[in-house]
């Protein structure tokens, strides 16, 4: 059974920085796509970043430029590294996998198998 466990959510202030995780257990497949989502109160949830097997990425043009995916194979983690947060950045995150995929879906596809229960981002101004 797939296990998906992010942290590292916290309240930091506009132009700080934050890291999440999201721990992936329970899988043995070398083919997949890993995801952040993010969903802020009162809106819809939507990706901002993907990652695949191969290491090809894809991030939402609102986080372009501030946030890195990345994956370490041997801890079966994947981290979205956030930088110069606004307070449009505010929002529940939570990662995703999918391991039918070999290639990530577009953005918009948010038909994941496996998903965490989210951790909070709040930046203030």
């Known amino acids: 059974q797939v296990h998906v466990v992010e942290s590292g959510g916290d309240s930091v202030q506009a132009g700080g920085s934050l890291r999440l995780s999201c721990e992936i257990s329970g899988y043995r497949y070398w083919t997949y796509c890993l995801a952040w989502f993010r969903q802020a109160r009162g809106k819809a949830r939507e990706a901002v970043a993907h990652i695949d097997g191969d290491g090809t990425t894809k991030y939402t043009s609102s986080v372009r430029g501030r946030f890195t995916i990345s994956q370490d194979f041997a801890k079966r983690t994947v981290y979205l590294q956030m930088t110069d947060l606004k307070s449009d950045d505010s929002a529940t995150y939570y990662c995703?996998?999918?391991?039918?995929?070999?290639?990530?879906?577009?953005?918009?596809?948010?038909?994941?198998?496996?998903w965490g229960q989210g951790t909070q981002v709040t930046v203030s101004s």
């Open positions: 995703a996998a999918d391991f039918r995929m070999t290639v990530c879906p577009t953005l918009s596809d948010d038909n994941f198998d496996h």
